[in-house]
């Protein structure tokens, strides 16, 4: 019984050690990422493709202008683990027309992986 219980312990300690180190390795991966201001009426109108990886999430969109405007954010591929609810933020980026947008909460990084994408098609 002893052993059964160590055992256990054991478990959940590496689990905890698993859980705090991947969660400090978000927070010092996501203070190095910054998402450039873009003015979209200073762009031609198209699609622009751009791609971004914050590991372990990774994200592909189409950026399309029109009339000088975000008319279209289309996530192509989104690698993630949590935070397919961070898709939402292509609603958001049309309608604010900027990527100077909060991150969706409990989807930080993917929120800030689908915006780096963004930046990357719209700047490269």
Do not use: W
């Amino acid at each position: 019984m002893a052993k059964l219980i160590t055992g256990l312990v054991t478990v959940l300690a590496v689990a905890c050690l698993i859980f705090l180190g991947t969660n400090i390795y978000a927070k010092n991966m996501l203070k190095n990422v910054s998402i450039a201001k873009v003015n979209p009426r200073e762009l031609p109108d198209g699609t622009y493709l751009g791609e971004a990886t914050l590991k372990p999430v990774i994200a592909k969109v189409n950026v399309t202008i029109a009339d000088g405007k975000i008319s279209g954010v289309q996530i192509t591929e989104h690698q993630t683990g949590l935070g397919k609810k961070a898709e939402a933020i292509a609603a958001e980026i049309i309608d604010k027309q900027s990527l100077q947008i909060d991150a969706i909460s409990g989807a930080t990084m993917s929120s800030q992986a689908i915006l780096k994408a963004c930046e990357n098609a719209l700047t490269d």
